[in-house]
């Protein structure tokens, strides 16, 4: 991927959080207060659970694309090759461990 396209990816991903991230704060705001069952029953919502979940697949790769940058601008190669894995694997990790807490809250379960 060209730098240009890497520094668009990452706009576009941080105008994709502005929308985002309001919702979480209603969201927050929402919840603030209410009991697990009260949490889950928000989440239990089909869009609440689909805006979650995708907001949780933005701000992994909007950390993810963040720290590539970082690594490659700031690090020698061989470290930053190590570190960019590593970058990439905790980024995906948690945001599997974060989308399967959702559905499982979604559908009814107890995360």
Do not use: K
Not at 13 to 21: D, K
Not at 71 to 82: H, K, N, Q
Not at 83 to 107: H, Q, T
């Amino acid at each position: 991927m060209s730098g240009v396209t890497h520094w668009w990816r990452q706009r576009l991903s941080s105008l994709l959080l502005i929308p985002f991230t309001l919702w979480l704060l209603w969201s927050g705001a929402s919840v603030a207060g209410a009991s697990h069952a009260g949490a889950a029953a928000f989440l239990a919502q089909p869009l609440n659970a689909i805006l979650a979940a995708l907001t949780v697949a933005i701000v992994a790769y909007h950390a993810q694309s963040g720290l590539q940058v970082i690594i490659e601008d700031y690090l020698p190669r061989t470290l930053g090759v190590v570190l960019l894995g590593l970058a990439r694997a905790g980024c995906l990790a948690g945001a599997l461990i974060l989308w399967w807490a959702v559905c499982r809250l979604a559908i009814g379960g107890v995360a």
